[in-house]
Each structure stands twice: as structure tokens, then as C-alpha cells.
């Protein structure tokens, strides 16, 4: 089937946005990991699975449409190099890529592409419920519970 190349352009983008969250949640899974921290390490190592998911389900979808995946791009990374600024940047990458889907399925909708609405819409749901919402209770919990205290409760296992 051939898409819309509009349609095929915006999930390109969101296919770097998500290539470059992979990236970010793997190196900021493996500062956790370094530093002891396994209760974040096995979490934001969870998220990085997730964002491969969404990146099979915008890959398989371009290719359906017609087009070419482009898995050279990426968004710019946001390293942190504590925490708290780690799980601030994991944040505002979701945001990111919360706002850059809903541009999506605006998209889809007014080209009457409506699985492909359907399916960001699910990837909407996973990044604001699930990724998004995670970030935010944690950063909530480092202000309501101090930080170190906070550290303290993500060594040792899950």
C-alpha cells in the first residue's frame, strides 16, 4: 500500500525520536547499573524495551505505507550526570515525544489515515501514562522524601 509521504515523514520523525530515547535510556541504564542503583537500572532498561517496541511498530508501519525507514536519524541526547538530572532529561524527552505524536495523529486524522492514528494513539497512551507519568513520580518523590533517601531505596533488587 502507498501512504501519504506526509504521513510517512512524520513517523520518520518520530522514528528518530524514539531511536534516540533507546539511546538515552541505554546509557543513562548503564550509569544506574555502574553506580548500583538496580531498581533504576532494571526500570529505565524496561523503558529502553518499550521504546524498541515502539520503534518495530513505526518501522513496520512505513514499511506497510511504502516508505523507507530512516534509522540514521536521531534527536539530540540529553546525558545527565546525576539522578535527578537524568530522570528530569528522560522527562522532557517523553514530553518531547508525547507532543511530536500528537502532531502525528492531528496528521493522520486530516489524511484520513486512521490506522496509523490508531497506533500512535497507543504509543501516546504507553508515553504518557506509563513513561511519562513514571518520570514524574519520581522526580515528585526525590522532592517529597529527600534525595538521599530517595537513592537509598533504588539499591538492591526489584
Do not use: C
Request: glycine share 6%; proline share 2%; aromatic share 6%.
Amino acid at each position: 500500500m502507498q501512504g501519504h509521504p506526509q504521513i510517512i515523514a512524520a513517523l520518520n520523525a518520530l522514528l528518530a525520536a524514539e531511536l534516540s530515547s533507546i539511546d538515552q535510556y541505554f546509557v543513562h541504564s548503564q550509569m544506574y547499573h555502574d553506580w548500583g542503583y538496580a531498581r533504576l537500572y532494571q526500570r529505565i532498561d524496561h523503558e529502553r524495551q518499550d521504546e524498541i517496541g515502539h520503534a518495530t511498530r513505526l518501522i513496520t508501519r512505513i514499511l506497510f505505507l511504502g516508505g523507507t525507514p530512516d534509522i540514521a536519524s536521531r534527536s539530540g541526547l540529553r546525558v545527565g550526570a546525576d539522578v535527578p538530572a537524568m530522570l528530569a532529561n528522560d522527562l522532557a524527552t517523553e514530553y518531547e515525544v508525547a507532543a511530536a505524536l500528537k502532531r502525528a495523529i492531528s496528521l493522520a486524522e486530516s489524511l484520513q489515515d486512521f490506522v496509523t492514528r490508531n497506533m500512535l494513539l497507543e504509543l501516546l497512551d504507553d508515553t504518557e501514562e506509563d513513561h511519562a507519568r513514571w518520570l514524574e513520580q519520581q522526580l515528585g518523590l526525590i522532592k517529597a522524601v529527600g534525595l538521599e533517601n530517595y537513592l537509598q531505596s533504588q539499591i538492591g533488587k526489584d
